[in-house]
Structure formats: structure tokens, C-alpha cells
């Protein structure tokens, strides 16, 4: 079975400062990909970055980043300079290589950005 | 730009009542998926499915049945609803060679 667990249920940040946001995972399949997600206050869901468990350079997506280190089954979505508009609810996710496999999400952690 | 819809943002229904959630894709994705949003508890994936007709359990499918009859659209049914059915529903999609997967508005449904 797939586990994701994301610890911080809520963080606050300063404007144009960089913020870490926890995920650590569990699963048995050799093969999987990790993902983030955006949930802005209207509700839909962002993709953010992906990471394959086989890539051997961490993820990056403009100012997002992906802090992979598969030894510690974690990885930690980085936003640096961050900005009022990435006030939202992140959601880390994970599933096993292919479309027909589910993704499992983690509890979500709120991000609000401060002046 | 690819969609995903589905049908009703917000719902309000009486206990007892059969709900239907409709989604539909516009990407030809193979794959489709109903979650269940919860404060605290993040997304539970409830059924999901992997061709026209054919259709996997989730990890929290009492209560709720799904219906593929084509391959654009994806039905959640809740056969007589609860209050703890009160929630956010997402619906969402994924094809074989793609990674992520793309999500619907969502639909609020409240159960009185």
C-alpha cells in the first residue's frame, strides 16, 4: 500500500522568501512518480511538478523545486520567492508508473504568504 | 486547452436521495477518477476507471457506485444519500502516457 504524509497542516511565509513543505512517503512498488498540487481558496486543482523515482536530478518548474532524496522516502516541494498569489492549500501526491494506476494523496498543507 | 467538467458545482440534497455527479473529458484519457475532499483529510480516491465500462474500487467506496458508459464521461452515484456524504467531489483524469492528472472544478454537494 501507498502512504503519503504531509506534516505541517499549515505554514506561514514572508513574501519573497523561499518555504519548504514537507512529504514523506511509503510504498513498496520500484517504480513511481511523485507529484504536487496547487488548491487556490476557488477550489481547483494545480499541477505543480513531478518527479520520477528513477530521475537522478531533482525537478524543478520555475520557481518551483522538488527535494528528492529517495533513501529518506521524502520529497519536499520548495517555492522560492514567494508571492501572495501562492497563498493556497498544496497537496503532495504519489502513484506507480502509468495511466491506469491511482494517485494517493497526502493531507494538504495550507500556505499563507505574509507582507 | 484541455477539460475537464462537471456538471454541478454546488448541490443540495435530502437524505435518502439518489445524487448523480457527472464528468466528462475532452483529452480521449483512458483513465478516470472520482475523490472525495475532506478538511484534514485530503483527497480519498472512491472509484476510478480504466477503459469504457470496466471499474476499480477506491479506498472509501461504501455508499457509492460509478457508471462508464463511454469514454469521455464518468458518473459518480451515491444510491441514497447520507449527511456524511457531505463534501467536495472531484473528478479527474489521466491518460496512459501522461503523468499528472487533470482535475475538474469540483462539485460541493451538501446532504441536508
Known amino acids: 500500500a501507498q502512504k503519503i504524509t504531509q506534516t505541517q497542516p499549515g505554514m506561514f511565509v514572508q513574501e519573497k522568501e523561499a518555504v519548504t513543505l514537507d512529504c514523506t512517503y511509503d510504498?513498496?512498488?520500484?517504480?513511481?512518480?511523485l507529484f504536487w498540487y496547487k488548491q487556490p481558496s476557488s477550489g481547483e486543482m494545480i499541477f505543480l511538478i513531478y518527479?520520477?523515482?528513477?530521475?537522478?536530478q531533482n525537478a524543478t518548474e520555475g520557481r518551483y523545486s522538488l527535494n528528492f532524496q529517495k533513501a529518506r522516502k521524502s520529497a519536499n516541494l520548495v517555492i522560492s520567492a514567494s508571492q501572495l498569489g501562492d497563498s493556497a492549500m498544496y497537496f503532495c501526491?504519489?502513484?506507480?508508473?502509468?495511466?491506469?494506476?491511482?494517485?494517493?494523496f497526502g493531507t494538504g498543507t495550507q500556505l499563507k504568504v505574509e507582507l | 486547452d484541455v477539460k475537464v467538467t462537471q456538471s454541478s458545482r454546488y448541490l443540495v440534497k435530502r437524505t435518502g436521495e439518489k445524487v448523480f455527479l457527472e464528468c466528462v473529458q475532452d483529452m480521449d484519457h483512458e483513465n478516470m477518477f472520482w475523490y472525495r475532499q475532506d478538511p484534514g483529510l485530503g483527497l480519498r480516491l472512491i472509484y476510478f476507471s480504466y477503459d469504457v465500462k470496466m471499474k476499480e474500487k477506491g479506498d472509501i467506496p461504501e455508499g457509492y457506485s460509478v457508471s462508464r458508459e463511454k469514454k469521455e464521461r464518468f458518473s459518480l452515484i451515491l444510491e441514497s444519500a447520507s449527511t456524511n456524504q457531505t463534501s467536495m467531489y472531484l473528478c479527474?483524469?489521466?491518460?496512459?502516457?501522461?503523468?499528472?492528472?487533470?482535475f475538474g472544478e469540483g462539485s460541493r454537494l451538501t446532504v441536508l
Open positions: 501526491a504519489m502513484g506507480k508508473v502509468g495511466g491506469g494506476n491511482k494517485l494517493t
Open positions: 510504498t513498496s512498488d520500484p517504480s513511481y512518480g
Open positions: 479527474a483524469s489521466r491518460g496512459i502516457s501522461t503523468g499528472e492528472l487533470f
Open positions: 518527479q520520477g523515482s528513477y530521475d537522478q
